[in-house]
């Protein structure tokens, strides 16, 4: 089995335990919105703690996840609360772990995207940025796009690549790199 990335937020930003998420995103469900149906090929999701945001980030997903297209295996997310000019980051080895399983990193990809962008910082389970903006998404991600996916997912992109993006004018240059990155695979 590979390292695990922990959970550092768990039982504080959100639940600690499986049941509760899940009794949680079924609350959730019940308060969601319908979007006008359109192709969706992302999301922008608050990232505060559940109680404050949980219900907005899930609806969002939720919408995402019901567009996935068969054969989507891998998604990219991009966060990260790095400063302007800081290294863009990505973690090439290791999974997360979430308390509704295990989330499996793209470590084939995460390792393209660190050999395309200049000055990328490598992290790996032990040695990472504490971010919550990315930590509090993933039982969402893995809820509804995972093995097993809930109603609605009908891809089930089983893989992640969380990459650390500075909010600077370089951020455009880094998602062109790892949409070329995950092409050439």
Known sequence: MSALRRAELAGTWYPDDAETCLADFAAYARESVEA???????AVVPHAGWAFSGSIAFNALSELASHCED?????????????????????????YWTPCGVIENDVELCERVAGAVAG????????????????VELP????????????????????????GAPPDGKAQALGRSVAQAARAL
């Not at 006008?36 to 992302?42: I, K, M, T, Y």
């Not at 990328?120 to 930590?135: K, L």
């Not at 996916?149 to 690549?161: F, H, K, N, S, V």
């Open 36 to 42: 006008p149906r359109a192709r969706l090929s992302g």
């Open 71 to 95: 054969g989507v295996d891998t998604l990219v997310m991009f966060a990260g609360h790095l400063r302007p000019g800081a290294a863009p980051t990505v973690m090439t080895r290791g999974d």
């Open 140 to 163: 969402m991600l893995r809820h509804l796009f995972g093995e097993g996916a809930g109603a609605g997912a009908t891809g089930g992109a089983r893989r992640l690549c969380v990459v």
């Open 120 to 135: 990328i910082r490598v992290e790996d389970p032990t040695r990472h940025s504490q971010d919550n903006s990315t930590e």
